[in-house]
């Protein structure tokens, strides 16, 4: 039989992959995150958009999503997959590591958010029970959108997950708490919540012991034939099969989808699953925010834009204060305790179903639960945009706080710009010589972490034109680059030798290649990273061997002055950097 070429799977499909295949490239050469592109499109192909337009254009029914519930198996599939992720990047020793923040940190932001959102609804006029249920539903961030916008491994990131893995492990119970406290016919018996919280602790406990036992035997089999194809099928067997269990027992699929990923995580194979997942849960991803802008109507939002707009600032207000406000308490710098509450402060997809849950249970009404959906689409739709104002305003606040620069002369100090891992180290150094030196960076938290470890160091951007000079840059005994960012160092070593023709110049480059660019912009010297692990790699190599120690430094100072010679000669400027180490040897030792 033909196929059948207007079949609506069909044309969802081809709009999904269109979509995947126009946001994804267009939105990263701008450097703008997907997650607005894809919300964007599902506005524009929903049924509130091109959708509404189908019965007079029946060509549109091959660009356009009518039925946002026939994505929702993808959608879930995506948020599933996006934990599974997290579980893979955090293993039982970082969660354990994390217990404090997850569990106090997160408690904490989740009842005093949805304590201050309820007090204000009471306040409006709504009863206890249904204050109490939104509180608990509008006070849930997003999962799916946060970490995808923010980095685990910054401060924000792992305060951003403490708070959201919290909240994924109290989404069960805040469903049970509604079906309790509910009116309706589908209120939960206490026996059934406690039933399925022991069948869930069980399944828990026997994935876990399973897994540990089973996981690395299958993954090594896969690893065997060599097959990628094979490999993505374990993973995907494991990922489905940990979510059925823990749903069949009532609790979240994205419980049983952590805990698959953290039983991989402990296996030497985490690399390679992460790999080969990636694509999948980014387009799954996308087909989640395709069904959030789906939900979006612009004639219910434009009826009761007022408030609409209302509620959305005062739930923003309300989470951003409470989880600002808790991380500052916790002794977190005053820069990430802002740029975490206004990440934090939208309300999550979850929040779709705990509304759900609280109208079953009969305590919201069907126009109410209407009402904060779309209050929770528009949070959605602008977490990205939140993300980017937190950043920026962190970023402000932490100048004010961190602006003082320390005390010293800048005639006799040298000038580091970075301060990461190469600063901090050409920092121990020419503090072991007594050097004084005084180190910038436009990261927040690598300039407080410096502080507190005693180290000169303050905030500033050496891209802008007026920071190095306000630093005594012309004064400097030398100017020591260490920032890993090829095309700034190239345009800041350029600047610099213009305005100073006589100033010492280091710079960090990635490569020979990388450096002979550096050497044409100015630098007086340029060491590639590539080239001094070569030669360390060489060092432990022959010292292991046998050969005396006096012999190995001898020839390795030999072949990398080789090989500087050379990389000057490509560079065209083999003159000029002896003269510029004389200088830097007179300047440093006057």
């Avoid at 799977?9 to 939105?27: R, S, Y």
């Avoid at 939104?134 to 990131?157: E, H, M, Q, W």
């Avoid at 977190?332 to 705990?354: K, M, Q, Y």
């Amino acid at each position: 039989m033909a196929a059948d070429l207007h079949s609506p799977a069909l044309a969802d499909t081809l709009v999904i992959l269109g979509a995947a295949g126009l946001v994804i490239p267009i939105f990263a050469r701008f450097r703008i995150t997907p997650v607005i592109g894809f919300i964007l499109v599902g506005i524009l192909v929903g049924p509130f958009g091109l959708g509404q337009f189908v019965t007079q254009y029946p060509w549109l029914n091959h660009v356009t999503l009518t039925d946002p519930g026939s994505l929702g198996l993808f959608a879930e599939f995506g948020i599933i997959l996006l934990l599974f992720s997290v579980g893979l990047e955090l293993s039982f020793s970082r969660l354990w590591a994390m217990r404090q923040q997850v569990f106090v940190l997160g408690s904490a932001e989740l009842l005093g958010s949805a304590v201050l959102i309820g007090i204000g609804l009471i306040w409006l006029g709504n009863s206890w029970p249904t204050a109490m249920a939104l509180g608990l539903a509008l006070a849930l961030s997003s999962t799916a959108l946060v970490l995808r916008i923010t980095d685990s491994r910054t401060p924000v990131g792992r305060a951003a997950l403490a708070m959201l893995l919290f909240e994924d492990i109290a989404l069960v119970p805040i469903i049970f708490l509604l079906g309790a406290m509910g009116r309706g016919d589908d209120a939960q018996d206490p026996a059934l919540i406690f039933r399925t919280l022991w069948l869930g602790g069980a399944v828990i406990l026997t994935l876990l012991v399973a897994g540990r036992l089973l996981l690395p035997r299958l993954f090594a089999q896969a690893a065997r034939t060599k097959s990628p194809e094979l490999f993505l099928s374990a993973t995907l067997l494991v990922v489905i099969a940990a979510a059925l269990a823990t749903a069949a027992t009532g609790l979240s699929p994205i419980v049983g989808a952590l805990i698959a990923g953290l039983l991989i995580a402990e296996t030497e194979y985490h690399a390679e699953v992460e790999g080969i997942i990636e694509p999948f849960k980014g387009l799954a991803l996308g087909v989640f925010l395709l069904t959030v802008g789906m939900g979006l109507d612009f004639a219910l939002i434009w009826e009761r834009i007022v408030p609409i707009a209302t509620a959305v600032a005062l739930v923003f207000t309300a989470k951003a204060c409470v989880t600002g406000t808790l991380l500052r308490l916790s002794g977190a710098r005053i820069g990430t305790s802002t740029e975490a509450g206004i990440l934090l402060a939208s309300p999550s997809e979850t929040t779709l179903i705990v509304l759900a849950a609280a109208l079953s249970a009969g305590l919201i009404h069907s126009e109410a639960a209407q009402f904060w959906q779309a209050v929770t689409a528009i949070g959605l739709t602008v977490t990205p945009i939140l993300a980017i104002s937190g950043r920026w305003l962190a970023h402000r606040v932490d100048r004010e706080a961190i602006r003082q620069v320390p005390e010293g002369d800048e005639a006799d100090r040298a000038i580091i710009v970075g301060f990461g891992r190469v600063g901090r180290l050409v920092a121990d150094m020419l503090r072991q010589h007594d050097k004084p030196f005084l180190a910038i960076d436009s990261d927040a938290d690598l300039v407080a972490a410096g502080l507190r470890d005693g180290y000169a160091v303050t905030f500033a951007d050496a891209g802008r034109g007026a920071a190095l000079a306000r630093l005594g840059v012309a004064q400097a005994t030398a100017v020591i680059l260490t920032m890993d960012d090829p095309h700034g160092a190239g345009h800041l070593v350029k600047r610099l030798r213009a305005e100073f023709p006589e100033l010492p110049i280091i710079a960090r480059a990635r490569d020979a290649q990388h450096a002979a660019q550096l050497y044409r912009a100015g630098a007086s010297h340029a060491v590639p990273e590539t080239l001094e692990s070569s030669l360390q790699l060489s060092e432990a190599v022959l010292v292991d061997l046998g050969v005396p120690m006096g012999f190995v430094i001898a020839s390795i100072h030999e072949k990398r002055d080789e090989l500087r010679q050379q990389i000057m000669d490509e560079g065209e400027l083999a003159a000029r950097p002896k003269l510029k180490s004389a200088s830097l040897r007179e300047r440093t030792t006057s």
